[in-house]
């Protein structure tokens, strides 16, 4: 892909030169400017179309990629955000709240990273303390209580692991969230916006329906992880991607995940108005399937879908 972003690269400042061109000399280029910009859409898809798993998780990375927050802003109105466990203290990697979305009050739930250095040290770079766990499980009791669906949104690449964490508690948060949100009873819908890595997003991923994004990544660990582990070599993350199947198609044929959520060319962040439109149109269907549901029926249906995922042999 490199070759092509480079080409990629040299087409784009070409155009911005004829652009600046006719505009200071008056001269009619839009012919040329039409082609260049003809040329630049074919490889665009060309790149975009044939990416590779290394290449999704970059994109999963992206320093620019939208984060729950600003999903939070352009599908729901009236958000408002709630903070702390009630036990410890808030943690900015995780935020939750509530809000409207077609008149009707659900709860919020989502990892949140930074768009910058400053951001990213606030917010964890997005892997939460066991506080953050525990804080979204308080949101979804709650939403239980008063019979409000759970919406969530994954985007971490896994749970902090410091000794504080391990303190506190981190595999006890998550193991309950696993179980509480096993049995919640509520619809809950996960969508998986960039990363998805480990329990951390197990946490959060407990849900009658779970979506990806078309260039996100679901994993048991990072690559990078993987490839130390397995190898004793981190470098080697890019081979580690490629056969760890933690892409949106992997999951989808795997039957991990319910479909796949299309991205514009070049990924989410070129267009969050378009993503953010196709995510609202699922959750506001699905939240009219699921809410036909009774409640044992709709409990039985989340038990039977993990239930089935994988395949095993009995000795």
């Known amino acids: 892909m490199s070759e092509v972003n480079q080409n990629l690269e040299q087409l784009e400042n070409k155009l911005q030169a004829l652009k600046e061109f006719s505009a200071s000399h008056g001269v009619d280029l839009n012919k040329e400017i039409k082609a260049i910009e003809e040329k630049i859409h074919e490889l665009k898809i060309e790149a975009y179309r044939n990416l590779s798993p290394w290449d999704k998780?970059?994109?999963?990375?992206?320093?620019?990629?939208?984060?729950?927050?600003?999903?939070?802003?352009?599908i729901f109105e009236d958000f408002i955000?709630?903070?702390?466990?009630?036990?410890?203290?808030?943690?900015?990697?995780?935020?939750?709240?509530?809000?409207?979305i077609e008149g009707k009050v659900v709860t919020v739930i989502g990892h949140q990273k930074g768009r910058n250095i400053k951001e990213n040290i606030k917010r964890n770079f997005g892997m939460p303390h066991p506080e953050g766990y525990r804080k979204a499980l308080r949101l979804m009791k709650q939403a239980?209580?008063?019979?409000r669906p759970v919406i969530c949104f994954i985007d971490t690449p896994g749970a902090f692991c410091g000794i504080g964490a391990e303190e506190r508690g981190q595999g006890e948060a998550i193991a309950i969230n696993l179980m509480e949100m096993s049995r919640l009873k509520t619809p809950v819908i996960s969508i998986v916006i960039g990363e998805g890595g480990s329990g951390g997003a197990l946490a959060l991923g407990v849900a009658d329906k779970i979506y990806m994004l078309e260039n996100s990544i679901y994993s048991i660990l990072s690559p990078e992880g993987f490839a130390a582990i397995l190898w004793k070599d981190g470098s080697r993350a890019k081979e580690a991607a490629q056969i760890m199947k933690i892409?949106?198609?992997?999951?989808?044929?795997?039957?991990?995940?319910?479909?796949?959520?299309?991205?514009?060319l070049g990924g989410a962040h070129k267009d969050i108005n378009e993503v953010s439109k196709r995510i609202k149109e699922i959750i506001i269907k699905d939240l009219k399937e699921l809410g036909n549901l009774e409640l044992d029926q709709l409990l039985n249906r989340r038990y039977m879908k993990f239930r089935k995922m994988g395949k095993y042999q009995n000795n």
Do not use: C, M, Q, W
Request: charged letters at 40%.
């Open 81 to 100: 955000e709630f903070h702390g466990d009630r036990n410890f203290r808030d943690d900015p990697a995780i935020i939750g709240g509530l809000a409207r």
């Open 144 to 147: 239980e209580k008063f019979k």
């Open 57 to 74: 998780v970059n994109l999963a990375r992206h320093s620019e990629r939208p984060t729950s927050l600003d999903y939070i802003d352009e």
């Open 247 to 264: 892409t949106s198609e992997d999951l989808k044929n795997f039957e991990i995940i319910d479909d796949i959520i299309k991205e514009p």
